[in-house]
Each structure stands twice: as structure tokens, then as C-alpha cells.
């Protein structure tokens, strides 16, 4: 007659949710790679928009040619009108 004996190791919830695993981590960078990567695509379009306005238009909107780019590309809140990302763009 054979006994066998086993041991079953558990961890404490908190011990296992602690830290991301290694696949959660690479997901959130190839995410947050995939979201930049079309931010800047969305910044670069609307840079090109505004450049082929004319300057009468530009003026409707309340920028200068030479202020477009700091207008799309600014992070700062310091301007009243700057490039908002959830802004509806396409048409329906």
C-alpha cells in the first residue's frame, strides 16, 4: 500500500494580484504604442488641414498661419483653442 502525499501551495489573493504579469504589461505597451502612434497621425492630419486654409479663415477660427502648429501640437492648457482629440471628426 502506497501513500502518497501532496502539498498544495496557495498564495493570498493580494500576493497574486499584485503585480501585472508579463503578457497584461506588453499588452498595455503594444495599446499604448497603437493609441500614440494614431495620436500623432490625427495631430499631423489637422496640422495639414489648417496649412491649406487660407488666412482669411484662419482668422475666422482665431489662429494665425504661424500659429497652427503650436495650436495641434501644444500640451499645455494655456491656449483657448487647441487640438482635442475626442473631438467628432468624421462624418456620419
Known amino acids: 500500500m502506497t501513500v502518497s502525499m501532496t502539498r498544495t501551495h496557495t498564495c493570498p489573493q493580494s ?14 505597451l503594444a495599446r499604448r504604442g497603437w493609441r500614440t502612434y494614431w495620436e500623432r497621425r ?6 495639414l488641414i489648417l496649412h491649406s486654409l487660407d488666412e482669411r479663415t484662419l482668422h475666422d477660427i ?4 504661424s500659429e497652427i502648429e503650436s495650436c495641434v501640437y501644444s500640451g499645455s492648457g494655456d491656449r483657448l483653442r487647441r487640438y482635442n482629440e475626442t473631438w467628432p471628426w468624421r462624418s456620419r
Open 62 to 65: 482665431g489662429i494665425t498661419p
Open 42 to 47: 490625427a495631430r499631423r492630419a489637422t496640422a
Open 15 to 28: 500576493v497574486r494580484h499584485d503585480r501585472p504579469t508579463l503578457r497584461a504589461r506588453a499588452v498595455a
